[in-house]
């Protein structure tokens, strides 16, 4: 008895560490001993991975529903109960479930005795017949992504890019842009999201899709349009489809797969390796740029020549969003020489309801009045590109001026006074003489984050520094020309909006300010109209940690 | 090839056999996917293998004759299918011996009979979990979840949830087993 039931426990904890995937190597020796040399544990193999498989089977049916909801289903899609034979007793209280408390106290108790009185060949129909239809129309819908057998799998596999105006069904994985994503499935219903893995090749899902991200180097195509740009360094990413599996020979392709099963691909650059057949009878072949190829069915081993059509593929967004994104890598470095701002590098924004607010390079510096919006072209999501440096020069010209300089910022206008919508905010009060870290959320200051006194006036030149990680804030600043010791405010937050740029800005037009309206008339003249400047500004992502000691240059 | 070509046949008599299968696939899948999955226990593995023993249990199944064991033949076939993929992967994947594999399909032949009770049991079994439980199996058993994922989604280390899902599984298989000693006693 004892060894029966020390048996039992080691064969438990052997097949939880099998079931789970942290079977070690000597596990794996121990439990196919016992395996192979005992009967008992023979059985219990089977029956323990039954239970594996048939928990596996009700959850793949229909992901995304919860179990008890799925059972309830079930139940109202299932016959009516036939009579049992008479003299066969339905049993008066079925067992509970050890370690898993009383039924009763379960809002399912009742699908116990429920489904004591349903056949389970009927059950089974309902799951298989809904796993068929799904087989059928959507093939391999019902499939799990790879996972070696052993837990060393990493956690993340690639990045969600960019998810402009994309609309999502359920799905398993986080859908934000910026959003790291661990092997899973995306179902994209509308709109165009760019995916990079983590080997370097990017993915532009064109909804409605459904895809699966399988590991850095591996993906699948359950249905919908990609298109795919494979650098060298991630020479062998594959991609497949029910009917086809594309392996990159570092080029760039599309590829459709239909909900028939049936999948198209075409060869936009380079050459591409292509499989497709069962175990025994897989055939393999070449294809290069401006070919394509379509497999019709799942049953299908060859290939036919299609016309090659570049334009079913949004070859160009996905080309452009990699180079966008290759930018903010890149980063920005602005003098700001010469009479007019870089169009490829700003935007500026002047719609401020205090009005008069403008942004105009002049004088080899970028002066900003009012509130004038200076926003970034491209986005920098720290949580993307890694930790974000922005540097530069500000001078004060006037009285109660503020400097403001924003992160993960959409680079809005919001409110009467004109303060950006959302972003992470390091500011410079010359009025309340003090510098600090505030997270502006849908137009207000949701948390003040970090901040010190800090002595300025009009004519001041400081330098200052912002360094995000997309959680950590540094924020320096330091007078030039002056003795006083430079201040580091350092903060925290975990904000993240759906844009990303780098904002400057000073203060509005105090006289539409209608919380300082009554002050208005105590007022010089001169006070009434804000002007800072702005000047040599980098904008560049680090390599490396935000550093633990740094001035602002 | 298309799905077409399967049956050379006249399309009144091809529809009925189409009809045919789906009603024995509908039947007997859960059990041949149950079967795989005890010779290659990784879900991608087995899901693999299960697709193709699909494709040719359909490309094959003009070769079928209707009235014997289609569980029988679909499982020689998936059998055939899990050491095609177990070669594929030989150099890939830790998989257990020819030897293990070989004992573990004998055991699934023998316990072939009791697999749909034993898969009923389990439905029974599961409604009695505790809410969290079931919530717990189901975010498990989720296409592409793992411990990790888990244990992030409900806020509890991975070896807490590790721990819970062996001792779920453990109390399901307690329950099956006792839920079938009472039916066979009643």
Redesign the interface.
Known sequence: MTRDHDLHAELTDLMGALCERRLTPTQTKRLEELVIGNQAARTFYVEYMHIHAGLARLAAVDPGTELHARIESLLAATPAPQPRPKGAPVPPSAPSVEGSGHGNATPLAFLGAALSHISWISIAAVFAAVALTLWLRAPRAIERPAEPLVADAPLYVATLLRAPGCKWDTCQLPTEAGARLFPGRLRLAEGQALIEFDSGAHVLLKGPAVFELRSAMEARLLSGTVSVNVPEKARGFTVDTLSAKVIDLGTEFGLIAEPSGASEVHVLAGLVELESGSAGHASRAQVPAGQARRFESLAAATARDVPFDASLFPRDVLAALADEHEMARRGVTDHFDGDVLDPRVWRTVETVVAGAASVVQIDGHVELTNRGHLVTKDEFDPAICGTLRIRGRWIFQSEKDYMQILTRSDGEPDDLHGETRNGIECYLNTQLRYAGITERLDGRNAAGIGGAAFEVSPGDTVAFEVLDDGTNITFSVEKIGDDSPPLVIRGTSGLDFAHDYVVFHNRERIEAGAGWRELIPMLPPEYQTMISQLDDVTIEVLANPIPSDHGPH | ???DS?FPIDSSRRNERTEEF?RL??????RI??YI??LL????????AL??T???M??KFGEFQTGTDFMSWGRRIAHL?VL??RK?KQRT?????D??VE??AT??EA?SDA??????A??????????R???L??L??????????VAQQVGRSADAV?KA????????????K??LS??AH?
Not at chain 2, 93 to 97: E, G, I, R, Y
Not at chain 2, 122 to 131: D, E, G, I, N, Y
């Open positions: 090839m298309s799905g399967v789906i696939f509908t039947r007997h899948e859960p996917f149950a999955l005890t226990p990784s879900f991608p593995d087995a899901e693999d697709q193709q699909n494709l040719v359909w490309r299918e095609a993929l594929r994947t830790t998989l257990f011996s030897e293990f004992a573990v055991e699934n316990q697999l749909e009770s034993r898969q009923r389990l439905a029974v079994c599961l409604a009695k979990l505790k809410p439980d079931q919530h199996v189901h498990r058993y989720q296409p592409g979840a793992t411990t990790q994922s590790y899902l062996n001792r779920i599984r453990e109390a399901l298989w307690g329950c099956i006792r839920t009472v039916e009643a």
